[in-house]
Every structure is written in C-alpha cells, then in structure tokens.
C-alpha cells in the first residue's frame, strides 16, 4: 500500500473512530437546554416572553395579541485540529494515535457542555436587554416588544444584603418543560475533517497530517424565571427560599407559570454541601431529610 492509499485508509478509520466516540459519550448539556436546528447564520426568537392560555371558549374565538421581541442568537464557528507526522504514516506507526482521535470525539460533547453550564456563570444579555440573571426584569410587554409602561418587575437573583457575605453561585431550575433555560442552537455538528494531499502546501511544509473537527453553534437563553442564581450558600434554607421564588414565579398577562424547582447546579467545590441538602436521606440529628431527592443535583466544573 502506497502512502496516498495509507492515508485515505487512515482518515476513513479515524473518521469512523471519531464518530463512534462522539456517539458514545453522553452528556448533561441536555438537561438544562432545549436544542434548536438551525438553518442560518442565526435565529430570531421572537416569541420569547410571551404565553398563551386558554380562556371558557363563549362566543367567537379571541386571537390573544403577542408581543414581538429581536432576541437573536448568532452561530459561531469552532475547530480542533491536531498533527500526525508523516513517517508515522509511513511506518505505520498511527494506532497510538486512536485514544487521541477518541477523545476529540467525546471532546465535541464535552465543548456543548461547557457552552450550556458556562452560559449560567456568563449571564449573558437575554431576550429582554436584561441579563439572564438580574433583579429588574421587566414582566409585561407592549406589541413592539418594550416593556410596558409603568412595568412591574422581578428578580431570579437570591443574594445576601451585603455583597461581601457572597458565595460562589450555584443554581436552582425547571428543567422539566419542553423550554429549558439555556437554548443549544446547531447549525452544524461536529464532522471529522482532514488535509492530507501530499501535495497539499501545509504537507509539504511541514512534513505532517492534519485531522480535526469544526462545528458551528451557538447558546442563548429563554425565560429568565425558570432559573434563579443563588450567592448565599448552600443550605437547606436558602434552596426552599429560591424554590419558593421560582414556584411563584409569573409570566405575562400575571399568569402562574407552575414552574417546578426540579434542578441545582453548583461547581464541585460545593458538592459536599448540595448533597447534604439533597442526597442526605437523614439529617445529622438523625431526623428524615424532608429535601431527600427534592432535586437533581448536576455538579459541573463550568460554572465555576
């Protein structure tokens, strides 16, 4: 086998490597966003903010007027790119280089898991000019999508009075509706790529084969209410006061979201401490632990 053939067999077998890791490995990103298939340089949101609800259905139907909002998420290329020499092709010297080609492929996922939990800790702007976690969203809209006049507001931030007594934040969601907090948006998956002309410049130059991967995506936000940061710590005290802040939670038009305190999120420095909370069948005092599976607890290094 020449070494055009060698590596043409090389790139079919490290494509399928990739794809199989890639497949295999499973992620948390999907717990906390909902994915969305893009077409396009990027998505408009226009209905974020907004709900319908049913009314008795007397007379005509009533067509409920929706605001119309420009959240707009642009997608974002992304590469990985890795370097084989040329005479370990030649040698065939290359399976040292599959648990490598591997970990790209679980690397893909572990990315979208650090774009999803790191858009918690980078409170990014969200539909409504506000960042995703602030203690002034607004909660009605007029049609254009501003908020409305004289527009009562409310905060998914519990914090100490003083800013000096917080922690490090950790999380409290509803993650059981269909709309999570975070969106995933795809324009493309991960796909396995190659430059391995031989007569290919970069070849030539540098006496070497490039494999890689790029993606193109992006993340965003939904509703500000299905997510509640916290700085106070860990306790159970301050989980049943954010739970209690995201059950009452409204959306337009005052309407009771019913939302569910169904996830926590902190980095693993606190895990102790969330598992105290939630994963404790008993207390120290030997007393039933009444928060005992009261929610998923997801310990990530990305938010930290």
């Not at 996922?109 to 990014?124: E, S, W």
């Amino acid at each position: 086998m020449n070494i055009a053939e060698k590596v043409r067999a090389l790139f079919t077998t490290y494509k399928g490597v990739f794809q199989g890791a890639l497949a295999a490995y499973v992620g948390n990103w999907s717990k906390i966003a909902t994915k969305v298939q893009s077409n396009s340089t990027s998505n408009t949101y226009g209905w974020l903010g907004q709900s319908a609800t049913f009314r008795d259905w007397v007379g005509p139907r009533v067509t409920q007027a929706l605001s119309t909002f420009g959240y707009t998420i642009q997608n974002k290329t992304k590469e990985m790119t890795v370097a084989i020499p040329k005479e370990d092709v030649e040698d065939d010297n290359v399976g040292i280089y599959d648990p490598l080609v591997q970990d790209m492929g679980q690397e893909a996922v572990r990315h979208i898991d650090a774009m999803v939990y790191g858009a918690l800790k980078a409170n990014g702007v969200c539909f409504d000019t506000k960042t995703f976690f602030a203690a002034d969203h607004p909660i009605e809209f007029d049609e254009d999508g501003t908020p409305a006049e004289d527009a009562a507001t409310f905060s998914n931030v519990l914090a100490p009075t003083d800013p000096d007594d917080a922690v490090a934040p950790w999380y409290v969601l509803d993650t059981t509706r269909v709309i999570k907090p975070v969106i995933y948006q795809e324009r493309k998956a991960a796909v396995f790529v190659s430059k391995t002309a031989l007569d290919d410049e970069t070849v030539f130059r540098t006496n070497e084969f490039t494999f890689g991967a790029d993606k193109r995506d992006a993340v965003g936000y939904t509703l500000p209410q299905f997510a509640i940061k916290v700085t106070k710590p860990l306790t159970a005290e301050n989980f049943k006061a954010a739970r209690a802040m995201l059950e009452n939670m409204t959306g337009d038009k005052g309407k009771p979201l019913g939302l569910q305190a169904s996830t926590v999120v902190c980095n693993p420095d606190m895990r102790s401490d969330g598992e105290a909370v939630l994963k404790a069948q008993y207390l120290a005092s030997g007393a039933t632990n009444v928060l005992y599976n009261a929610a998923e607890l997801i310990v990530t290094p990305y938010v930290k």
